[in-house]
C-alpha cells in the first residue's frame, strides 16, 4: 500500500492563480481530511469528508473547495490564491471518525507559496 | 473554543529522557494522540490514550493524563538522535466533534 500521496509536493503560484492539490489514498478509508500548517503552529482543517459525495467544512474553509466524487480521490481546489494561503497543506485518511487507534494517516505534504 | 497548548522547543542531550507536555481546554476529549513529524515529512501517530486511563507505555515511549489539570504529557526514555521532531498533541471528541485539535507543536532537539 503507498498510503495517503499528495502531488504536487512544491509549487509556487501568483496571485489570482488557480490549482488543484491531489490527494488519494489506497487503504479504502472513507474518512478524508485537508490540513493546512503554518509556520510555528498546529494544523488547521480546512474541509472533511465522511464519504463518496459528502464533504464538510472544517476551521479554516474560506478559499478553498473540495469534492470527492471516489473514494479514493480528495482534491483541493485554490481558486484565486491569496499570499495568506502560502502554506503547507497535508490531507489525511482514515478508516474511522475519531476513535483511537482509528487514527489518521497522513500524505508527505504540499509546499505552496503564493507570491 | 477548544485549545491545545504546548511549549515550542525542548533540548536534551542523547541517552536522557525528554518530557514534552501540553494543555488542553476540552474536558469532554476522549482520546488524546501525540504525533512526530520529522522534516519535510507528514506526521505519524505515535501513541494516544484513552480519557479513563492515567498512564500509558509503550517501550520507551510514557504517556501520562492527568484529567483533572487537563494536562497531557510523553516521556521518551533514553532519546536518541532519531528522536528529533516536532512533536504534536492532539486532542478528539467534545465539541470537534470528531475532528482532531492540535496544538503548535514541540520541536525536540537532541545533542549527542
Known amino acids: 500500500n503507498a498510503g495517503v500521496t499528495q502531488t504536487p509536493k512544491f509549487r509556487i503560484l501568483k496571485i489570482g492563480q488557480s490549482m488543484t492539490l491531489q490527494c488519494t489514498q489506497d487503504?479504502?478509508?472513507?474518512?478524508m481530511y485537508w490540513y493546512r500548517q503554518d509556520p510555528g503552529m498546529g494544523l488547521k482543517l480546512i474541509y472533511y469528508?465522511?464519504?463518496?459525495?459528502?464533504?464538510d467544512k472544517g476551521e479554516v474553509p474560506n478559499g478553498y473547495n473540495v469534492s470527492r466524487s471516489t473514494t479514493e480521490d480528495f482534491p483541493l481546489r485554490l481558486e484565486l490564491a491569496a499570499p495568506s494561503q502560502t502554506s503547507v497543506y497535508f490531507c489525511?485518511?482514515?478508516?474511522?471518525?475519531?476513535?483511537?487507534?482509528?487514527?489518521?494517516?497522513f500524505g508527505p505534504g504540499t509546499r505552496l507559496l503564493v507570491l | 473554543g477548544e485549545d491545545v497548548e504546548q511549549s515550542l522547543f525542548l533540548s536534551v542531550r542523547e541517552g536522557d529522557s525528554s518530557v514534552i507536555n501540553c494543555t488542553y481546554t476540552?474536558?469532554?476529549?476522549?482520546?488524546l494522540y501525540w504525533y512526530k513529524q520529522e522534516p519535510g515529512a507528514g506526521l505519524q501517530l505515535l501513541t494516544y490514550?484513552?480519557?479513563?486511563?492515567d498512564m500509558k507505555q509503550d517501550q520507551r515511549l510514557t504517556v501520562l493524563l492527568n484529567k483533572k489539570d487537563k494536562h497531557l504529557s510523553l516521556r521518551i526514555a533514553d532519546t536518541q538522535t532519531g528522536d528529533s521532531a516536532i512533536y504534536f498533541c492532539?486532542?478528539?471528541?467534545?465539541?470537534?466533534?470528531?475532528?482532531?485539535?492540535f496544538g503548535k507543536g514541540t520541536k525536540l532537539s537532541v545533542k549527542p
Open positions: 476540552d474536558s469532554s476529549s476522549t482520546y
Open positions: 469528508s465522511v464519504g463518496a459525495g459528502i464533504t
Open positions: 489525511a485518511s482514515s478508516r474511522k471518525y475519531g476513535q483511537g487507534r482509528e487514527t489518521q494517516y
Open positions: 490514550i484513552f480519557s479513563n486511563m
Open positions: 487503504m479504502n478509508h472513507n474518512y
Open positions: 492532539a486532542e478528539i471528541g467534545g465539541e470537534s466533534q470528531g475532528n482532531l485539535i
